[in-house]
């Protein structure tokens, strides 16, 4: 199978497990950063570890890069808008929080006030993954506003371009 066509099947294998995407938010150095994640797991249940991975052409990983902790945002299917913003705007052009309703969190973080659910973590490791550094997580606050009828998945936001060069 040519090289093509393996990229076009794995992609399609990826699009049909529509997984979650999730918002990181982060803040260092008097920065606040946020954006939209579409890698992200579980890794591990005790003890409890979460890994994302940021894109390096993301405003939001320069930011991270300097960080000790962030946080981690489930969005509902309803959220689409606050997906867009975080998603197809860039950090290096607006200010994406004065767009938006958050509180300081842990550490100072931004922690977006209308989410159902978020959790804080430390940041344990960094791991490059080529163009996406992979950031261990160890949990360390977290909040259970509202459970969503559904959370926002891959298909709602698959033809978001994203704000930063891809």
């Known amino acids: ?81 606050l997906a867009r913003l975080f998603g197809g705007e860039t950090g290096d052009d607006i200010d994406k929080f004065v767009h938006c309703d958050w509180h300081p969190g842990p550490g100072g973080i931004p922690v977006l006030s209308t989410v159902p659910s978020w959790f804080s973590a430390h940041i344990r490791e960094r791991y490059d993954f080529g163009d996406h550094v992979g950031l261990l997580l160890e949990p360390e606050d977290a909040a259970v506003l509202r459970h969503p009828a559904q959370t926002l998945h891959y298909h709602s936001v698959a033809d978001l371009v994203a704000g930063h060069a891809v």
């Not at 099947?9 to 979650?20: E, G, L, M, S, T």
């Not at 995407?21 to 606040?32: I, K, N, S, W």
């Not at 930011?63 to 000790?68: E, F, I, P, T």
């Open 1 to 81: 199978m040519a090289t093509e066509d393996r990229t076009a099947v794995f992609d399609a294998v990826v699009a049909a497990a529509d997984y979650p995407v999730l918002l990181v938010t982060v803040q260092a150095e008097g920065r606040r950063a946020g954006c939209l994640v579409g890698f992200a797991t579980q890794v591990s249940i005790e003890p409890r570890r979460f890994l994302i991975g940021l894109s390096k052409k993301n405003h939001t990983y320069r930011v991270a890069q300097r960080a000790d902790r962030l946080a981690v945002h489930v969005l509902s299917s309803e959220q689409l808008s």
